[in-house]
């Protein structure tokens, strides 16, 4: 079985976390309040998430290109 990244498996987790917080959310059972940092918190899951997509697509175009004379770079994320 091929040993899973840190990254993926943070990511693999973040997901798993959202899962957990949009079903606390669609239940209704949770005061505003608690509502609130639930949300909060599965935006902060999900930019992140698409940040990590963002960058594994864009690895993966790099690997995909047509160009056989690119040189791979180590990829380095925008600072946002």
């Given at each position: 079985m091929p040993k899973k990244t840190q990254q993926s498996v943070?990511?693999?987790?973040?997901?798993?976390?959202?899962?957990?917080i949009v079903s606390r959310l669609e239940s209704g059972d949770l005061a505003l309040e608690e509502a609130l940092?639930?949300?909060?918190?599965?935006?902060?899951?999900?930019?992140?998430?698409?940040?990590?997509?963002?960058?594994?697509?864009?690895?993966?175009?790099?690997?995909?290109?047509?160009?056989?004379n690119a040189e791979l770079t180590p990829f380095t994320p925008e600072k946002e």
């Open positions: 943070s990511f693999e987790a973040s997901l798993q976390q959202l899962e957990q940092n639930e949300f909060e918190r599965g935006v902060q899951l999900a930019r992140a998430g698409q940040q990590v997509l963002q960058q594994a697509e864009q690895r993966v175009q790099i690997l995909l290109s047509d160009d056989k």
